[in-house]
């Protein structure tokens, strides 16, 4: 039996659009993956993540949303509504994915992959992945995307 990849590139997931995305296509780009709840007390967060994405895009740097409903239902939204709600508030134009579980049995290989590192406990727990698509770090829910700690480790990874 072969070892499973170490890396998020062998995944697809369904834009909150309908589209297929292939995680390969982040392939040397440094991601911070956050699962996102349009009704958390840490949505403002949303504007903050946009402000970092745009602070490094230019250096291959994305943010990709994953909604999810696992912590006390605070994604209450589907589809284009979760999309328009992200952007009318919070000015998001980063890749915002389907709603999707994030944790248990039912959790979607995506996040089955990223807990191997840390479990979300609640949501906008964020997971900082490097050019190879190998999780090399995440920060709690209460760690804004603005915090040095988060930007410093971002830095590091685009040199």
């Known amino acids: 039996m072969s070892e499973p990849s170490k890396s998020i590139h062998?995944?697809?997931a369904k834009l909150i659009t309908g589209k297929d995305k292939n995680l390969s296509d982040y392939k040397d780009k440094v991601l911070l993956v956050v699962n996102i709840a349009s009704a958390c007390g840490f949505v403002g967060q949303l504007k903050e993540l946009q402000?970092?994405?745009?602070?490094?895009?230019?250096q291959g740097f994305e943010v990709l949303g994953f909604p999810s409903n696992d912590f006390g239902r605070q994604e209450p939204l589907e589809g284009a509504d979760i999309s328009a709600f992200c952007k009318d508030n919070y000015g998001v134009q980063f890749p915002v994915?389907?709603?999707m579980m994030v944790r248990g049995e039912e959790a979607n290989p995506i996040f089955k992959f990223l807990t191997k590192t840390s479990t979300p406990r609640w949501n906008f727990h964020?997971?900082?992945i490097n050019r190879k698509g190998e999780v090399v770090d995440y920060f709690f829910?209460?760690?804004?995307?603005q915090s040095s700690k988060v930007k410093k480790k971002i830095q590091k990874l685009l040199k």
């Open 126 to 128: 964020k997971y900082l």
């Open 10 to 12: 062998q995944f697809k």
């Open 141 to 145: 829910p209460f760690t804004s995307p």
């Open 97 to 99: 994915f389907d709603k």
């Open 51 to 58: 402000e970092l994405r745009e602070e490094f895009k230019t």
